[in-house]
């Protein structure tokens, strides 16, 4: 048992995978859940726009014309670039463009056969091979951002370029891959082991490099086309991709986490490695239950808020209620 190493904690074992699946993790301070982690991954490519273009890259750079004129226009009438949401457009779209749906069928098995399920992930796997193979199921999701981003830094706005550019970003929304979350002392403020294992699984990795290509058809399409200086610069050196396998090691070197951890508590059947029955209630226990985002099995397209939200309002209709004295984790 991963908790006994921690004893004279009190320590409990709901049977599940407690700590696997990073997706999300959480622990209590008489009870102790080791998670498995789920969570989605971004990365992107900057174009440098036409000349006389306004973009956010000023701001970003903190240069002091651009900030003051920011200032005026939001304090004098609400406009400008301080009124506006940091990505300017969202799309969720199925990413595998082939000629025919034939060629597309064909694609895909040679994919799955050279990135076949590692144990353990079958469940995951099968799942995103269901939605890679329905062309009407989003696999992807693609966003805009009026200036650049540095992609090989630890925060995407050190270094940045001098040029005006726009960044479109792609969100591979169904990940194989899955990580850990595990204690690491009976310390309760001791900080814990995370092992998130972004792009373990292959597949991830040529999912994305496929999002890379589109992101190039998308630059090559009217009317955003006319609107990117020709020959302009990008984010960094790697990012002009003449073919896949550039794709896979740009993918490599700057994609990112998205924020959406889930899935450390499943709900699943205990013998699939669920934590919580249908009810919100651990396994082995009849008064703790676990109300946030590491419940959900499988990692929603969407942000996940909304459905924390739901599962909040389902815990809280639910017939047979609350009581004061049990004990709930509320949050994500």
């Given at each position: 048992?991963?908790?006994?190493?921690?004893?004279?904690?009190?320590?409990?074992?709901?049977?599940?995978?407690?700590?696997?699946?990073?997706?999300?993790?959480?622990?209590?301070?008489?009870?102790?859940?080791?998670?498995?982690?789920?969570?989605?991954?971004?990365?992107?490519?900057?174009?440098?726009?036409?000349?006389?273009?306004?973009?956010?890259?000023?701001?970003?750079?903190?240069?002091?014309?651009?900030?003051?004129?920011?200032?005026?226009?939001?304090?004098?009438?609400?406009?400008?670039?301080?009124?506006?949401?940091?990505?300017?457009?969202?799309?969720?779209?199925?990413?595998?463009?082939?000629p025919s749906e034939p060629d597309r069928q064909m694609e895909?098995?040679?994919?799955?056969?050279?990135?076949?399920?590692?144990?353990?992930?079958?469940?995951?796997?099968?799942?995103?091979?269901?939605?890679?193979?329905?062309?009407?199921?989003?696999?992807?999701?693609?966003?805009?951002?009026?200036?650049?981003?540095?992609?090989?830094?630890?925060f995407f706005t050190k270094d940045l370029q001098p040029g005006?550019?726009?960044?479109?970003?792609?969100?591979?929304?169904?990940?194989?891959?899955?990580?850990?979350?595990?204690?690491?002392?009976?310390?309760?403020?001791?900080?814990?082991?995370?092992?998130?294992?972004?792009?373990?699984?292959?597949?991830?990795?040529?999912?994305?490099?496929?999002?890379?290509?589109?992101?190039?058809?998308?630059?090559?399409?009217?009317?955003?086309?006319?609107?990117?200086?020709?020959?302009?610069?990008?984010?960094?050196?790697?990012?002009?991709?003449?073919?896949?396998?550039?794709?896979?090691?740009?993918?490599?070197?700057?994609?990112?986490?998205?924020?959406?951890?889930?899935?450390?508590?499943?709900?699943?059947?205990?013998?699939?490695?669920?934590?919580?029955?249908?009810?919100?209630?651990?396994?082995?226990?009849?008064?703790?239950?676990?109300?946030?985002?590491?419940?959900?099995?499988?990692?929603?397209?969407?942000?996940?808020?909304?459905?924390?939200?739901?599962?909040?309002?389902?815990?809280?209709?639910?017939?047979?209620?609350?009581?004061?004295?049990?004990?709930?984790?509320?949050?994500?």
């Amino acid at each position: 048992m991963l908790l006994e190493p921690f004893n004279p904690l009190s320590c409990w074992n709901s049977g599940g995978l407690v700590g696997q699946n990073y997706s999300e993790s959480m622990a209590f301070p008489n009870w102790l859940i080791i998670l498995t982690w789920e969570s989605i991954f971004e990365t992107g490519i900057c174009f440098e726009v036409k000349d006389g273009l306004v973009t956010a890259d000023g701001m970003l750079r903190q240069e002091p014309d651009a900030m003051q004129t920011a200032t005026q226009l939001y304090a004098g009438h609400q406009t400008g670039l301080l009124a506006a949401a940091g990505w300017s457009s969202h799309a969720f779209v199925p990413v595998l463009d082939f000629p025919s749906e034939p060629d597309r069928q064909m694609e895909l098995q040679k994919i799955f056969e050279r990135y076949p399920p590692e144990t353990g992930d079958e469940f995951q796997f099968n799942f995103v091979r269901s939605v890679l193979e329905d062309r009407e199921v989003a696999s992807s999701t693609f966003l805009s951002f009026p200036a650049q981003c540095n992609l090989h830094a630890d925060f995407f706005t050190k270094d940045l370029q001098p040029g005006n550019f726009i960044t479109i970003g792609t969100i591979q929304v169904h990940p194989v891959s899955s990580g850990s979350f595990h204690i690491s002392s009976p310390d309760p403020v001791a900080a814990p082991i995370i092992d998130p294992r972004y792009l373990s699984h292959p597949l991830d990795v040529e999912i994305m490099a496929w999002c890379l290509q589109f992101i190039e058809k998308i630059a090559e399409t009217e009317p955003l086309k006319s609107l990117l200086k020709p020959g302009g610069k990008r984010n960094h050196p790697t990012a002009y991709m003449e073919d896949l396998e550039a794709a896979r090691d740009y993918a490599r070197t700057t994609a990112s986490t998205s924020f959406h951890p889930v899935s450390t508590c499943a709900m699943l059947p205990r013998e699939k490695g669920g934590v919580v029955n249908e009810r919100l209630i651990v396994y082995g226990t009849t008064n703790l239950r676990v109300v946030n985002a590491s419940v959900m099995v499988i990692i929603p397209r969407g942000n996940i808020q909304s459905s924390v939200y739901a599962i909040a309002e389902r815990a809280a209709d639910t017939k047979v209620g609350f009581k004061r004295s049990e004990n709930c984790a509320f949050g994500l």
